[in-house]
């Protein structure tokens, strides 16, 4: 039996993976800005795992 895909932590871990990859490729960006992507991309992806477990319940 497959297991189901953990949602919320797959897309925080892309989302820390590209906050790095960002930090290393470049300048360091403003951190007010990383921040906010940082806060927003985490309520996407808590958004993202709630959609998917509603959806999986039905």
């Given at each position: 039996?497959?297991?189901?895909?953990?949602?919320?932590?797959?897309?925080?871990?892309?989302l820390f993976?590209?906050?790095?990859?960002?930090?290393?490729?470049?300048?360091?960006?403003?951190?007010?800005?990383?921040?906010?992507?940082?806060?927003?991309?985490?309520?996407?992806?808590?958004?993202?795992?709630?959609?998917?477990?509603?959806?999986?319940?039905?």
């Amino acid at each position: 039996m497959p297991h189901r895909t953990d949602w919320l932590s797959l897309l925080a871990g892309l989302l820390f993976i590209g906050l790095g990859i960002r930090y290393l490729v470049d300048d360091p960006p403003d951190t007010l800005v990383m921040g906010l992507i940082l806060v927003f991309g985490l309520g996407l992806a808590g958004f993202v795992a709630i959609i998917a477990k509603a959806i999986r319940r039905r």
